[in-house]
């Protein structure tokens, strides 16, 4: 078991020791335990109940996946590419209903105006929810809370 102890193994039981020295019981090696201070430093160390260490403040990478993770702010739409993304959608529905007013509207935006229209179009697409009074796709599952009656 001293060898165990300075290689720095952790205590696991007394069970486990008596296996692993080839003890008879596991009295011998609770005996043996109390008998040297070495050996009774080691089980303290592994039953010394300490609570897990807790956060201080959160490292970038940390806060940049929370953030992912949270619901879209459409305020974050600073890039070009974002708001690319949503004029690409927008003209692409223009052609599918062939509106070649609103294509050349749309095409005709500047930078500033296409972010603005994609903040709007992104705050609009954050709730996702439907409405209540729809009824569900047929073989779908079920997005409705179904209520029982209480007795």
Known sequence: MLVMCDAREPYTNLRDLMART??????TVSKAIKSSITLSAWQARKTKRTSPPHAVNLTD?????????????PSDITTDEKA?????????EARRQGNTDEIAKLNSMTDDE???????YYAQNQDNEPSPLEPDPPGTRPRKV????QA
């Open 22 to 27: 080839g003890a008879k019981s596991t009295s």
């Open 114 to 120: 296409c972010r603005e229209l994609a903040k709007v």
């Open 84 to 92: 690319y993304v949503a004029m690409a959608r927008f003209i692409d």
């Open 146 to 149: 179904i209520h029982h009656k």
């Open 61 to 73: 990478s940390v806060e940049y996946h929370a953030h992912s993770d949270t619901k879209y702010d």
